[in-house]
């Protein structure tokens, strides 16, 4: 079992910025990458960003060049710089860390992210 846990999410307004944090505990040698996905009332669960152990990221194009994934391995934490923010990006964050050996995802509890116009 992994336990996800996430902070730094808040209010801010539009332009500014926000970093979050996911720290994971547990069963970490079952896990490899680590990711952020985002969802509001009424949509599904959306992909924002990953990134391997060994520093390999991936981005959903819309977030590109706006959001930063960055990982500290020795803190089993990642984490997700938000830059530019625009209103459209209020939602709740989830951290997200599938495991390597079983069709399974962990998530965390979500942290909310309102931008304000």
């Known amino acids: 079992q992994v336990q996800l846990v996430e902070s730094g999410g808040g209010l801010v307004q539009a332009g500014g910025s926000l970093r979050l944090s996911c720290a994971a505990s547990g069963n970490i040698s079952s896990i490899d990458a680590m990711g952020w996905y985002r969802q509001t009332p009424g949509k599904l669960r959306e992909f924002l960003a990953a990134?391997?152990?060994?520093?390999?990221?991936n981005y959903e194009d819309s977030v590109k060049g706006r959001f930063t994934i960055s990982r500290d391995n020795a803190k089993n934490t990642v984490y997700l710089q938000m830059n530019s923010l625009k209103p459209e990006d209020t939602a709740v964050y989830y951290c997200?860390?599938?495991?390597?050996?079983?069709?399974?995802?962990?998530w965390g509890q979500g942290t909310q992210v309102t931008v304000s116009s």
């Open positions: 990134i391997t152990s060994g520093g390999r990221k």
């Open positions: 997200n860390a599938p495991n390597l050996y079983i069709e399974r995802d962990y």
